[in-house]
């Protein structure tokens, strides 16, 4: 239902985009988000988006990743610059879908992709 893609390997500074679409009998998305994942850690909420575009970011990327939505194509994208190290993780698109047919909003999540960044 959800398909990311636009991880990679950088060096710090660099910058990376990462991309989720979303697909299936889509009537409605509320929410859509990225969340990271450190090693042994719990995933964590990096950004999310509403559909009216207001937007919110956990304090370690704010004024160096900006979220955005393309609400005709069911897609949000995660623009990531200066990246640091620290930001190595595995990140993941969520988001609230209802279906066409449906009567309330589900949670989904899309596969993992690794960012790495490296001194």
């Known amino acids: 239902q959800l398909q990311a893609s636009g991880g990679g390997s950088v060096q710090a500074g660099e910058a990376l985009r990462l991309s989720c679409a979303a697909s299936?009998?889509?009537?409605?998305?509320?929410?859509m988000a990225w969340y990271r994942q450190f090693p042994g850690k719990q995933r964590e909420l990096v950004a999310d988006?509403?559909?009216?575009?207001?937007?919110n970011y956990v304090a370690s990327v704010k004024g160096r990743f900006t979220i955005s939505r393309d609400n005709a194509k069911n897609t949000v994208h995660l623009q990531m610059n200066s990246l640091k190290p620290e930001d190595t993780a595995v990140y993941y698109c969520?988001?609230?879908?209802?279906?066409?047919?449906?009567?309330?909003?589900?949670?989904?999540w899309g596969q993992g992709t690794q960012v790495t960044v490296s001194s």
């Open positions: 988006i509403r559909s009216s575009g207001t937007t």
């Open positions: 299936g009998s889509i009537f409605s998305i509320n929410i």
């Open positions: 969520n988001a609230w879908i209802m279906k066409i047919g449906g009567t309330a909003y589900d949670n989904y």
